[in-house]
């Protein structure tokens, strides 16, 4: 099979009356559609933890990554405490949605990074590993493993990795990879050619989930929100983002909490728009909820606050809000 | 998105220019102008995420679309009066955004101005009172941006600190790409 084509950049396309068989703009065309395949890389997860210095710290979050095993890059910002640290970070990943924190299990190791020395208050930020997060994959996770000093993780950043090359053959996304050979010779044009460029943009941007919003917090150290009889709802989160032209979409919802009295809620919406609750007491365990919001507009703010009879304590392990194009 | 089936007969080597010249193009050209657009507007095809923050000095990255131009910063504050514990900012302070790939310099700043807390105060949720206040026409250029592109993003609140205030205070910021209208610079 030929090697599909990889062009170095996105080479706009001009049509004019003359469409030629066998040439530009409809090979053009296939082979931007294979450098969108290469280069597309929206955040799959983007958060900046709520977290103080410290030496061990758990953070999972859900994903919902490519259904074609792609390579994902992991950033990670980090700044050490007054007398520096050596680090080990951990990326791990979680089939099964429910896992309880400290519990030990349901999590595979995808990349482990030993011995990172911080110098005393070290600010560091970039790429930490790249790990192939399998299509099963409903949780990721980042753990930090000071064995001295202390250090603030204060950014994850996870997003595809870009191609070096094309892959041949049919994706699970729905991805085929263009190949020049399609409309090489004398013969018309044929309605595949042109399908097979549609249906491959829309099978790479609808394949890879974009985080819109994220809150995450260490599984062993939330922050407890605390509401009370005078407030009884307490602001967890607050968000605008971006998503021109999308009013309408609907995004999808994720909570990870827990609470320690029976009526504690987390709600989750947008600012002048839908919203969706949930009911997170659940014992001593932590619940794993998700729903759907419609998005009222291009430019929302998003928030979630956190509500409960006076006294109780709600522990939020992430909020998430991800967007899939096309939905 | 439906998919027409569409053929198209032109043939090649026939120099068949001239089959094209001084005739009303066909239809089907449409359909291959919709296709043109649907594989560049993959290009734009991201959502500037939003990042929430309860302390100054946050550092992260995100990646930035082809064909942006400039970004706009946009933050939301949050401030309430009754804290739950730490010490409490009596009033939000401005925010201030770098919006380039070496730590922060002042031509690559975006500062918001949190100056008018009556702005755009929101209705919601039942834990007022929230200001919502975005940078109108504060924006920066940046490098020609194509992919693979990261732009480092470092959200710092002026004056007072936010560390060690009530979780019911936050600040959520997030840029807005602007694109390029010609593609060709890219």
């Given at each position: 099979m030929p090697t599909p084509p990889l062009p170095a950049s996105f080479s706009p396309v001009e049509i004019t009356g003359f469409v030629d068989a066998d040439g530009d703009p409809i090979d053009q065309m296939g082979r931007n559609a294979n450098w969108v395949y290469a280069n597309h890389r929206p955040p799959a997860h983007l958060s900046t933890p709520?977290?103080?210095?410290?030496a061990n710290a758990n953070y999972q979050a859900p994903i919902e990554p490519s259904a074609d095993g792609l390579v994902y890059e992991v950033y990670l910002s980090r700044k050490a405490g007054l007398v520096g640290a050596t680090v080990t970070w951990t990326v791990q990943y979680g089939t099964t949605g429910s896992v309880q924190p400290g519990?030990?299990?349901g999590w595979t190791t995808l990349a482990t990074v030993s011995g990172e020395v911080l110098t005393p208050s070290q600010e560091k930020w970039g790429e930490v590993a790249t790990v192939t997060i399998p299509a099963t994959a409903t949780h990721i996770r980042v753990v930090q493993a000071c064995s001295s000093g202390t250090v603030q993780l204060q950014s994850i950043l996870i997003l595809p990795d870009e191609l070096s090359a094309i892959p041949t053959g049919a994706r699970p996304s729905g991805f085929v990879a263009w190949i020049?050979?399609?409309?090489?010779?004398?013969g018309p044009n044929n309605p595949e050619q042109l399908n097979r460029i549609w249906t491959n943009i829309n099978a790479t941007v609808g394949d890879r989930v974009q985080c819109v919003a994220a809150l995450v917090q260490s599984d062993n150290i939330p922050m407890p929100i605390e509401p009370t009889t005078t407030k009884p709802f307490v602001t967890a989160m607050l968000a605008p983002a971006w998503l021109e032209g999308q009013g309408g979409a609907s995004l999808k919802v994720r909570v990870g909490a827990k609470a320690d009295a029976d009526g504690c809620t987390i709600t989750v919406g947008q600012q002048g728009g839908e919203s969706v609750s949930f009911d997170v007491y659940n014992g001593l365990f932590y619940t794993y909820q998700a729903d759907t919001i419609d998005l009222t507009h291009g430019a929302p703010v998003f928030y979630a606050v956190a509500g409960g009879p006076d006294g109780a304590q709600v522990d939020v392990l992430y909020i998430v809000i991800s967007w899939r194009p096309g939905d | 998105m439906a998919v027409l089936p569409v053929i198209i007969n032109w043939k090649g080597k026939t120099n068949s220019t001239r089959l094209a010249q001084g005739v009303t193009p066909p239809a089907r050209l449409e359909y291959l102008l919709q296709l043109n657009d649907r594989v560049t507007a993959a290009l734009t095809a991201y959502a500037a995420p939003g990042v929430c923050s309860l302390m100054g000095g946050r550092y992260f990255k995100v990646p930035v679309p082809p064909a942006t131009k400039a970004l706009q910063a946009r933050a939301v504050v949050a401030w309430g009066s009754s804290a739950k514990s730490g010490a409490i900012a009596d009033a939000p302070a401005d925010v201030s955004v770098y919006a380039d790939?070496?730590?922060?310099t002042a031509a690559d700043e975006i500062t918001i101005p949190v100056s008018n807390p009556g702005e755009g105060d929101l209705a919601m949720p039942p834990d007022g009172p929230w200001s919502l206040v975005t940078a109108s026409e504060t924006w920066q250029p940046t490098p020609a941006a194509a992919q693979d592109r990261l732009c480092e993003y470092t959200a710092t609140l002026a004056g007072a600190g936010l560390e060690g205030v009530a979780v019911d205070e936050c600040v959520g910021v997030c840029f807005r790409p602007y694109r390029a209208s010609d593609l060709s610079s890219l």
């Open positions: 709520i977290i103080d210095l410290v519990s030990g299990t020049n050979a399609m409309i090489e010779g004398e | 790939g070496s730590g922060g």
